[in-house]
């Protein structure tokens, strides 16, 4: 070959189409994925090293104790208390995609300014927690908004002190949190619906079928996957609350959280490694959340 002849210089254009894809599906995904490796997998490997360690989180010694951490937690069942209080937004995250499928049902067939409901119910979601909180906090103090409306109402009552009675804290703190994320769920179900095609449903239409028939035998099916994710997240989220309650109440009257107090263990306490095993034990009930869900459904043929 004569030296005159130059290399092929590389040039996107010169690979097939095929290779294009791939080459263009790694670009993108590198940057995201190196974040995702560098802030949550890694992270994530250091916590499971400290839990075994009495670290404070100040002191550059750690030393290891093995599963001392461990032991002490599942020998004492206060440990797991504040799970207790993560039932409140079990059941108020329930409530909360039942609420969401309705509205959603109500607003994506045949109704008006359908993208207008969509926007109200989105805009909290784009509200920080913080502010959220604070917000809450100024409408559930005594003689303010909540109050004054009840008392317009003539239903004065039924005024009570709704962040400091430890019977009605969490009610109030799990309603801020539908009040928070539902319009999430609605928007998500919403765009599941519209991928149902409009044939089926008038094809049942005209076999008679009514709403609340199309709604159980056509909608609910047609957005099973987007329901399944929903409720995983909702219950996972359930289990790690901590913005709102931690905003709101510090976790006092009642309303301590598992992440509130792994968080306390943390950085008020300086019990570094005993958090970090409190937070590998609840990382491991929401990995079992997810093959329960998964089985239950799987076995239902979901």
């Keep these: 070959m004569e030296a005159s002849v130059k290399r092929k210089k590389f040039s996107i254009s010169s690979l097939t189409y095929k290779q294009q894809k791939i080459l263009i599906s790694i670009t993108f995904l590198f940057v995201p994925v190196l974040l995702l490796i560098l802030f949550t997998y890694v992270p994530s490997i250091f916590m499971f090293g400290y839990s075994f360690t009495d670290w404070d989180g100040i002191s550059p010694t750690k030393n290891f104790i093995g599963l001392s951490n461990y032991k002490l937690i599942f020998s004492s069942p206060d440990y797991f208390r504040p799970f207790i209080v993560s039932l409140y937004y079990i059941i108020a995250a329930f409530i909360q995609i039942a609420l969401a499928v309705c509205i959603s049902y109500l607003i994506s067939f045949r109704c008006r300014f359908a993208n207008l409901f969509k926007g109200v119910y989105f805009f909290p979601s784009l509200i920080n927690s913080v502010a959220i909180s604070f917000i809450f906090i100024f409408f559930f103090q005594p003689g303010s908004t909540l109050d004054t409306i009840l008392k317009l109402l003539g239903l004065g009552r039924y005024i009570h002190f709704w962040l400091q009675d430890p019977h009605l804290i969490n009610v109030s ?11 999430y769920d609605i928007v998500m179900f919403s765009a599941a619906m519209q991928s149902i095609p409009t044939d089926i449903i008038e094809a049942a239409e005209v076999d008679g079928a009514n709403r609340f028939q199309q709604f ?3 909608i609910i099916p047609g957005i099973s996957t987007i329901l399944k994710l929903l409720v995983f997240l909702s219950i996972t989220g359930s289990l790690a609350a901590f913005e709102i309650p931690y905003i709101m109440t510090g976790g006092g009257n009642g309303s301590m959280t598992f992440v509130i107090q792994t968080v306390n263990f943390a950085f008020q306490n300086y019990r570094v490694g005993l958090a970090s095993a409190l937070a590998v034990i609840l ?6 959340v997810f093959a329960i869900q998964r089985v239950a459904l799987q076995s239902r043929g979901a």
């Design 283 to 288: 990382l491991i009930i929401s990995i079992l």
């Design 173 to 183: 703190l799990a309603f801020v949190s539908v009040w928070r994320y539902i319009g």
């Design 216 to 218: 159980i035998h056509i």
